[in-house]
């Protein structure tokens, strides 16, 4: 069984990490339901066990928090949907690389219910989208963002930290880093690629992929 929870407003990401930590805990004792958590949080930037500092570029911008997950530096804020994952990967194969996959799987089928679509690639943790309203880049290749950023920390092979998907943020609030350590590629949004999407329509869509992707839930 997978508890939904989807708390509205802006949550504190100290809290957030908290009721993770405790969760992932009880999940490993057999104590609780394994759980997908909908949140947004106040604008804030998090540094992942790859972070550099150099990436970290206006660090008086906003709060910026050390994080446990995988990754480098990236932004919270509102308007992107963060999606903490709480999930007995043990149970599900113990396979770290098979779970990640899976997870930019999902982002990608709910992209697609909004005829957006998402690329994987090389060396680029996250989702992309090709975005050919734009110039090519230097090396003649087609321009793409980022629209969706993945990272997550396992203990006792349960997963948390997770997902964030850009609705509408203000892409702006990117300037005080190099998100997740790339220069060459930027930041987009549902929004920002001209969807008249609000959160509620992607919540729907995240529902429906997982249950695809990672089997039902209660």
């Not at 308007?79 to 770290?96: E, F, I, N, P």
């Not at 680029?124 to 290749?141: A, E, L, Y």
Request: net charge negative; charged share 25%.
């Amino acid at each position: 069984m997978v508890e939904w929870i989807t708390t509205d407003g802006l949550t504190d990401y100290e809290t957030a990490v908290a009721f993770m930590e405790t969760r992932a805990a009880d999940i490993a004792a057999g104590e609780a339901d394994e759980c997908i958590w909908l949140v947004e949080h106040p604008p804030l930037y998090t540094a992942g066990t790859s972070a550099k500092r150099e990436d970290l570029t206006d660090p008086d911008r906003f709060p910026v928090y050390d994080s446990k997950r995988g990754g480098q530096y990236t932004y919270h804020g509102p308007g992107q949907r963060v999606v903490y994952v709480m999930l007995d990967v043990g149970k599900r194969g113990h396979d770290v690389r098979r779970f990640v996959a899976q997870l930019e799987r999902w982002v990608i089928l709910a992209l697609e219910e909004f005829n957006v679509t998402g690329h994987i690639r090389d060396g680029r943790v996250g989702v992309w989208v090709v975005r050919d309203d734009k110039p090519v880049t230097v090396t003649g290749h087609p321009s793409e963002d980022k629209i969706a950023a993945i990272g997550i920390r396992l203990r006792k092979w349960v997963s948390f930290h997770g997902i964030s998907i850009n609705v509408d943020p203000d892409l702006g609030h990117f300037g005080g880093i190099v998100p997740c350590g790339i220069t060459e590629h930027g930041v987009t949004s549902l929004v920002d690629l001209g969807l008249p999407v609000v959160m509620d329509d992607l919540d729907v869509a995240l529902r429906r992929g997982f249950d695809t992707v990672f089997g039902g839930s209660d």
